[in-house]
């Protein structure tokens, strides 16, 4: 009887919650464990993967809370950056699996060429999440990265502002790649999240997993 009540309850509360729900909604991020990796493996592994970059001294935290693990400055992982970008070795990492295993192939499938060069907004910045001012931004560890673009040989252009929601190959390829890295990093925001993230995808491998893809 008393469980009859409370699978009752439970319904009705049920019920109570989807009458009130906003008609989009957004799962809450769920908390993941950060990578362990020794970093010596780690500039091992980028190197074998083809990998052009600088080991930096880490940053101790500073006054704002933001600092950076073993960095590397990224020239490219697998394919060049628009400019050289700080981040951990481990975010260089999943941005090389990432390249390899879901921007190249998605390319040669609607481009039929390769991506070469990746238009970037950056990396470790030292600053709060967007619309909240007292949360560190995976960015101020240099775990976070924004791409705005890609180029591709031929001069073919491909724009998150422009082209996300392009119902050609562009945005075909764009939210295939986004949905692609969400197999490779913790959270991946882009247009579809907010105002805020109209003009990149915003991946990251820190402590909360979020799909937007
Ligand atoms: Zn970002």
């Given amino acids: 009887m008393h469980f009859i009540l409370r699978l009752l309850f439970v319904l009705g509360l049920g019920a109570l919650s989807v009458a009130c729900a906003p008609r989009v909604v957004t799962p809450p991020p769920v908390e993941v464990p950060p990578p362990v990796i020794a970093p010596q493996s780690c500039y091992d592994a980028l190197t074998q993967l083809g990998a052009k970059f600088e080991p930096r001294q880490s940053m101790p935290r500073n006054a704002q809370g933001c600092f950076i693990d073993e960095p590397v400055m ?35 499938r609607h481009f039929n060429r390769p991506v070469a060069q990746i238009v970037h907004y950056g990396a470790y910045v030292c600053r709060a999440q967007t619309g909240r001012n007292d949360r560190l931004s995976e960015h101020g560890m240099g775990r976070a990265f924004d791409i705005g673009g890609f180029e591709l040989a031929g001069n073919i252009r491909i724009s998150v502002k422009d082209h996300w929601r392009e119902r050609g190959p562009r945005g075909a390829f764009l939210r295939e790649v986004a949905q692609g890295a969400c197999r490779h990093f913790n959270m991946v925001l882009t247009p579809k999240t907010d105002a805020a993230h109209h003009d990149h995808l915003h991946l990251d491998i820190g402590r909360w997993a979020r799909c937007d893809a």
């Fill in 74 to 108: 990224l020239e490219q992982a697998t394919i060049p950056l628009s400019r050289p970008a700080l981040m951990t070795c481990p975010l260089a990492q999943a941005l090389a699996a990432f390249e390899r295993d879901v921007v190249q192939p998605a390319a040669r």
